[in-house]
Each structure stands twice: as C-alpha cells, then as structure tokens.
C-alpha cells in the first residue's frame, strides 16, 4: 500500500470514494487534455477526437495497472535519483499508450514520449484546476 501513495491518502482521505461521475469527469478532463497535447508542436500527434477519448483510457488503464509494477520494478533508481525517475517511468507508459491506441503517434520516439508526458500533466493539472472551481 505505500507504493502509489497519493495526496489523499496522506491527507487521511482513505474512506472517500469516487463516484462514477467523477471518473467520467476526470476522463473527459484527460481527453481534452490529449487534444490539446497533439496540437502543440512536441511531436505526439493524435489523428481525431476519438482517438484522444481513446488514448486518455488506454492511458488511464495503463496508469492504474502497469505502473505501480514499474515502480516498484525501479524503486532503487526512484531512490537514487530522489524520484526523478517518476518522469521516466511517466514517459514509458506514455508511450506504450501510443503504441496500443492507433491514431496515436510519436515523432520522435522516447523524446516525444518525455515532453508529451510531462506537457500532459501540466495540461491536465491546468484544466483540473479551472473546471473544479
């Protein structure tokens, strides 16, 4: 249970539970994120709407499951680098998300994997902020 720790779970926000809004919320919320990703020049390109509705589930899904077994499987090096290599980690499933969704591509390989990441979660975090309020 410590890996994948989360701010609510430190908060003591344990008993909280999501409702099926939220999680379709939080689906669109990623979805526009996605589309927004593929119009910035940082080589992901996605092809359609559909696509970033698509990519933001298969990336969702990947998120709940794969990597907690990355981080675990590289813990040592999130050690070591004082959790840096979160962003690694982030870029890997980012990219094994594009190679499953057809219609999500990557320009240049791990590269566009590692800015797309990280420009996700700050778009993400952005359009989370403004539609919560």
Not at 28 to 54: C, Q, Y
Not at 105 to 118: N, Q, V, Y
């Amino acid at each position: 249970m410590l890996i994948g720790l989360d701010l609510a779970l430190m908060e003591g926000d344990v008993t909280k539970k999501r409702s099926p809004m939220d999680l379709l919320i939080t689906w669109l919320i990623m979805s526009a994120s996605f589309f927004i990703l593929s119009k910035l020049p940082l080589g992901v390109e996605i092809d359609t709407l559909g696509t970033a509705l698509i990519s933001a589930a298969v990336f969702g899904i990947l998120n709940a499951f794969v990597k907690p077994v990355f981080v675990v499987l590289g813990f040592p090096a999130l050690v070591l680098t004082l959790g840096l290599f979160m962003v690694v980690i982030n870029a890997i499933i980012f990219g094994l998300a594009a190679w499953l969704v057809r219609g999500f591509h990557l320009r240049w390989g791990i590269w566009s994997a590692l800015l797309g990441s990280i420009a996700l979660g700050l778009i993400n975090s952005i359009l989370t902020h403004f539609l919560s309020a």
